[in-house]
């Protein structure tokens, strides 16, 4: 095991020194927060791919797939189909607005009104995803180096908290993108072929195994609809992963930097369940499903390669756990503290220095660091604090943001309705029925769309000044797009008015 351990710890070293290279560059609050949107089509690509395949979709998928064969593999499919939907309609939209937070689109979308309660909503939701990844370190350090729970979490949240306060997304993007490749080869060009040869390759896999391992709703239709509702959905709207838009380019490399990484995740899904299925023909009596990735790394693998799968498994966790972090530092800053502050002084205060906006939020993302970890130390059932924010981030928050994109009545007294009716619909009814019920997202999601057209067919329409100002961010007209105030006051008169859609 030396040689896995030296290949972890050289692994951890290069992410310290990455976060100490990546603040040399966070020389502006566009710089520490969105990379200054320069990043191409390579690194866009990779560090998408980083952010939405974590340690579930890595040790869960390959669970799935012991659990219920080559049908495990919806779960992470239907992230990948998310991040395609977002990526080939509306990408584009949203990297040409400019913002830095969803509430702020909310913001310029309805005229301010409805962006301090979708703040709250956003930030829980970013708190529980970084706690969940959190989490998981604690199995991989238990693993490694037999470490007990608590000590794994505060040494992995601390190596991922010290980066991403270090250099914000520029550190995040870099050691995103180191993850992107380990990922790569740990997983897809190593596990996968090594596990199917142990196995006995797919002739004896379907010898060994019932034929639902097979089939492709074997896990079960109203299972696989869930799971649209909740990440395919969640992808079109989390603030980790609109922060990701926010650094591209341009509109083609949102677009196509987007399609290829959705594409991955794809593959990605089947690689983890066919993983997960050689698991179960190898180790047909586990106690946990959850419990084959590590199981056919430390008996199939040969030293080496074990510690570098290891470490793509460990790159998986802190690449979502960087993004959740500076997501949910950034909503609490930007959008809950800064609103806070204004109303407390009777006007929206902003920094006058660039300097100053990247010390407050280097200082928001280790409040929230320190904040993670103790919860995550705290909590014990995953499954249910990770449902929870995906089920109050949908419910409340899907139909009033794609509502403002699409439909241009929508007002925001009808975007607050929305948020509230839906939001209380879905924690009522998990109270109810509990936290893993279908049920809850299914009458959130229609409450909440029925909260928003009534109210604002109800209500007078958005003032034309401000669809006006919409209008011309989505046009990406430069003389109203500015990174000093990216949801600015009024806006210049747009030259030109292409709709919403």
Same mark, same amino acid.
């Given at each position: 095991?030396?040689?896995?351990?030296?290949?972890?710890?050289?692994?951890?070293?290069?992410?310290?020194?990455?976060?100490?290279?990546?603040?040399?560059?966070?020389?502006?609050?566009?710089?520490?927060?969105?990379?200054?949107?320069?990043?191409?089509?390579?690194?866009?690509?990779?560090?998408?791919?980083?952010?939405? !395949? *974590? %340690? $579930?979709?890595?040790?869960?998928?390959?669970? #799935? =797939?012991?659990?219920?064969?080559?049908?495990?593999?919806? &779960? +992470?499919?239907?992230?990948?189909?998310?991040?395609?939907?977002?990526?080939?309609?509306?990408?584009?939209?949203?990297?040409?607005?400019?913002?830095?937070?969803?509430?702020?689109?909310?913001?310029?979308?309805?005229?301010?009104?409805?962006?301090?309660?979708?703040?709250?909503?956003?930030?829980?939701?970013?708190?529980?995803?970084?706690?969940?990844?959190?989490?998981?370190?604690?199995?991989?350090?238990?693993?490694?180096?037999?470490?007990?729970?608590?000590?794994?979490?505060? !040494? *992995? %949240? $601390?190596?991922?908290?010290?980066?991403?306060? #270090? =250099?914000?997304?520029?550190?995040?993007?870099?050691?995103? &993108? +180191?993850?992107?490749?380990?990922?790569?080869?740990?997983?897809?060009?190593?596990?996968?072929?090594?596990?199917?040869?142990?196995?006995?390759?797919?002739?004896?896999?379907?010898?060994?195994?019932?034929?639902?391992?097979?089939?492709?709703?074997?896990?079960?239709?109203?299972?696989?609809?869930?799971?649209?509702?909740?990440?395919?959905?969640?992808?079109?709207?989390?603030?980790?992963?609109?922060?990701?838009?926010?650094?591209?380019?341009?509109?083609?490399?949102?677009?196509?930097g987007g399609t290829a990484a959705g594409?991955?995740?794809?593959?990605?899904?089947?690689?983890?369940?066919?993983?997960?299925?050689?698991?179960?023909?190898?180790?047909?009596?586990?106690?946990?499903?959850?419990?084959?990735?590590?199981?056919?790394?430390?008996?199939?693998?040969?030293?080496?390669?074990?510690?570098?799968?290891?470490?793509?498994?460990?790159?998986?966790?802190?690449?979502t756990s960087s993004g959740a972090l500076?997501?949910?530092?950034?909503?609490?800053?930007?959008?809950?503290?800064?609103?806070?502050?204004?109303?407390?002084?009777?006007?929206?205060?902003?920094?006058?220095?660039?300097?100053?906006?990247?010390?407050?939020?280097?200082?928001?993302?280790?409040l929230m660091g320190v904040a993670v970890?103790?919860?995550?130390?705290?909590?014990?059932?995953?499954?249910?604090?990770?449902?929870?924010?995906?089920?109050?981030?949908?419910?409340?928050?899907?139909?009033?943001?794609?509502?403002?994109?699409?439909?241009?009545?929508?007002?925001?007294?009808?975007?607050?309705?929305?948020?509230?009716?839906?939001?209380?619909?879905?924690?009522?009814?998990?109270?109810?029925?509990?936290?893993?019920?279908?049920?809850?997202?299914?009458?959130?999601?229609?409450?909440?769309?029925?909260?928003?057209?009534?109210?604002?067919?109800?209500?007078?329409?958005?003032?034309?000044?401000?669809?006006?100002?919409?209008?011309?961010?989505?046009?990406?007209?430069?003389?109203?797009?500015?990174?000093?105030?990216?949801?600015?006051?009024?806006?210049?008169?747009?030259?030109?008015?292409?709709?919403?859609?």
């Open positions: 095991m030396a040689v896995d351990y030296a290949v972890i710890v050289l692994y951890l070293a290069g992410m310290l020194a990455m976060g100490w290279w990546g603040m040399r560059r966070a020389k502006s609050k566009s710089d520490f927060l969105v990379a200054g949107r320069r990043l191409g089509p390579a690194m866009y690509s990779g560090t998408m791919v980083a952010i939405v !395949l *974590g %340690g $579930a979709s890595t040790i869960g998928g390959v669970g #799935l =797939g012991y659990q219920y064969g080559l049908s495990g593999a919806w &779960m +992470v499919f239907t992230i990948g189909l998310g991040l395609l939907a977002l990526s080939i309609f509306f990408s584009a939209r949203i990297a040409r607005l400019k913002v830095y937070t969803v509430s702020e689109m909310l913001d310029l979308r309805y005229g301010g009104s409805a962006g301090l309660i979708s703040g709250v909503v956003m930030w829980a939701y970013t708190l529980m995803l970084a706690v969940t990844s959190t989490i998981a370190y604690a199995t991989i350090f238990d693993v490694l180096f037999g470490l007990d729970r608590s000590l794994s979490i505060i !040494l *992995g %949240g $601390a190596i991922v908290v010290a980066y991403s306060t #270090l =250099g914000g997304m520029w550190s995040i993007t870099l050691t995103d &993108m +180191v993850q992107f490749v380990v990922k790569t080869i740990g997983v897809l060009l190593l596990l996968l072929p090594i596990a199917v040869i142990k196995a006995g390759g797919f002739a004896e896999m379907k010898a060994q195994l019932p034929d639902d391992y097979f089939a492709p709703l074997g896990i079960g239709g109203q299972t696989v609809f869930t799971y649209v509702l909740i990440y395919s959905f969640g992808m079109l709207i989390g603030q980790d992963i609109w922060q990701r838009v926010f650094t591209a380019r341009g509109d083609k490399v949102a677009r196509l594409t991955y995740c794809l593959a990605y899904a089947l690689a983890g369940a066919v993983i997960g299925t050689a698991a179960k023909v190898l180790y047909p009596h586990l106690g946990s499903p959850d419990d084959a990735f590590a199981t056919i790394v430390k008996d199939a693998l040969p030293v080496g390669v074990r510690g570098l799968v290891l470490a793509a498994a460990l790159s998986a966790v802190m690449s500076i997501a949910c530092a950034t909503v609490a800053n930007n959008d809950i503290w800064a609103r806070v502050k204004g109303f407390a002084s009777g006007r929206r205060e902003e920094s006058a220095q660039p300097h100053d906006e990247v010390r407050g939020n280097r200082i928001f993302i280790l970890i103790v919860i995550a130390i705290a909590l014990n059932n995953v499954v249910e604090a990770l449902t929870l924010a995906y089920n109050v981030l949908v419910g409340g928050l899907l139909v009033p943001i794609l509502g403002g994109l699409v439909w241009k009545r929508g007002t925001a007294a009808g975007a607050l309705a929305s948020v509230v009716v839906g939001g209380v619909t879905v924690i009522g009814l998990m109270i109810t029925l509990g936290v893993l019920a279908n049920e809850p997202i299914y009458y959130g999601l229609i409450a909440s769309l029925v909260a928003y057209m009534a109210v604002s067919l109800a209500t007078k329409p958005t003032d034309a000044a401000v669809l006006a100002a919409w209008r011309a961010r989505l046009a990406g007209q430069p003389d109203t797009v500015t990174d000093a105030d990216p949801v600015g006051g009024a806006a210049p008169a747009p030259r030109t008015a292409a709709e919403p859609s």
